[in-house]
């Protein structure tokens, strides 16, 4: 019985995994519409890039930092 739960809930854990990385392509996807190009890091829909600091633009978040990582508390690694 042990091994069937255990085995459940790492099914249940990749499920969720897989949700939050969706929840990410989702945000990134919103990000290239509104910006015309994907970020050069997450951190960027998080916070204002050097670029859009300097562009004066009007920045909002898309992203809370707990998005950008897996349930495991790991970042999600990004690469453009």
Do not use: C, H
Request: aromatic share 8%; proline share 4%; hydrophobic share 40%.
């Amino acid at each position: 019985v042990g091994k069937n739960v255990f085995g459940q809930s790492n099914a249940a854990k990749a499920k969720l995994n897989d949700v939050k990385m969706n929840n990410v392509k989702n945000i990134l996807q919103q990000y290239k519409l509104e910006q015309n190009s994907f970020p050069a890091r997450l951190e960027d829909l998080i916070t204002p890039s050097a670029e859009m600091k300097k562009s004066g633009g009007v920045f909002t978040p898309l992203a809370d930092e707990g998005d950008l990582k897996d349930i495991w508390g790991s970042n999600f690694v990004y690469i453009q």
